[in-house]
C-alpha cells in the first residue's frame, strides 16, 4: 500500500474515532465536526477546521456522525469573475428572449425586418463599391500623370514632381485604402446581421415550441 493510501486510511480511522468520542459526549451537540481534504488527499475530521483549511470543501456532521451540512471550497477571484460573466450572459440572453417574444408574431415578421435591414445595407454597400471605383479612376488618373516626372520619369529633363500632384496622390491612396477597408466591413457586417437574424428566428421558433407544450 502506498504511504499516501496509508495516510487516508489513518485519517479515515482517526475521524471515526472522534466522531465517535463526540456522539458520547453528553455535551454533543449538532454540528460537532468537520471532514476536509488536505493538499495530498488525505481526509481529516475534527471539532474545528484549521485556518489553512477555511477555504476548502468541507463537510459537518452531528453528533452521530451524521452528515448534516456542507460548505463548498471558497472560489478563486478568477471563478467568480467566470461565474458574473456566465450569469451576464444567462441574463442577457433572457432579455433577448423577452425582447422576441414581445416583439414579433411570427417567424414572417423576423424575415420582413431581416429583409428590410439586408436591403439597407446592400444599398450601402453599393454606394460604398461605386466610390471606391472612382478613387480607382482618380488614382491611376493621378499616376498616369506622375509618370511625367521625376523619379518616375528616367529623362533627364523630366521636371520635378509638383507638390500639389504629389499631395493628390498621397490622399488618394490614402483614401482609397481607407475606402477598401470600410467596404470590407460592411460585407462582413452584411453576413453578421443575416446570421443573427437566422439564430433569432431558431430560438425564436424553440421558444414558441417550449410555450405551446405548456
Known amino acids: 500500500m502506498s504511504a499516501q493510501g496509508s495516510r487516508q ?6 475521524g471515526l474515532v472522534a466522531l465517535g468520542a463526540q456522539a458520547a459526549s453528553p455535551d454533543s451537540k449538532v454540528g460537532v465536526a468537520y471532514r476536509w481534504v488536505d493538499e495530498q488527499g488525505v481526509v481529516h475530521y475534527g471539532d474545528s477546521v484549521p485556518p489553512q483549511y477555511a477555504e476548502k470543501e468541507r463537510t459537518i456532521f452531528n453528533s ?18 467566470a461565474d458574473e460573466r456566465e450569469e451576464q450572459e444567462i441574463n442577457k440572453q433572457r432579455q433577448h428572449d423577452t425582447f422576441l417574444i414581445a416583439t ?14 439586408l436591403d439597407q445595407l446592400k444599398g450601402q454597400r ?12 482618380r488614382l491611376a488618373s493621378l ?12 529623362r533627364g529633363d523630366a521636371r520635378r514632381m509638383p507638390d500639389d500632384l504629389a499631395e493628390d496622390l498621397v490622399r488618394s491612396v490614402n483614401e482609397l485604402r481607407t475606402q477598401s477597408t470600410a ?30 407544450q405548456r
Not at 452521530?64 to 469573475?81: E, F, T, Y
Not at 499616376?143 to 528616367?154: D, E, I, K, T, V
Not at 470590407?184 to 431558431?202: C, G, H, N, V
Open 104 to 117: 414579433y408574431t411570427s417567424v414572417k415578421d423576423i424575415e420582413r425586418l431581416r429583409d428590410v435591414r
Open 9 to 14: 486510511i489513518m485519517g479515515l480511522l482517526l
Open 64 to 81: 452521530r456522525g451524521v452528515a448534516v451540512g456542507h460548505v463548498d471550497a471558497q472560489k478563486s477571484a478568477q471563478q467568480l469573475a
Open 183 to 212: 467596404l470590407t466591413a460592411k460585407s462582413a457586417e452584411e453576413s453578421s446581421l443575416r446570421a443573427q437574424f437566422d439564430a433569432d428566428i431558431q430560438r425564436y421558433q424553440l421558444l414558441r415550441a417550449a410555450h405551446a
Open 143 to 154: 499616376q498616369s500623370r506622375a509618370m511625367l516626372f521625376r523619379p518616375y520619369n528616367a
Open 126 to 137: 453599393v454606394a460604398a463599391e461605386q466610390y471606391v471605383e472612382t478613387l480607382r479612376s
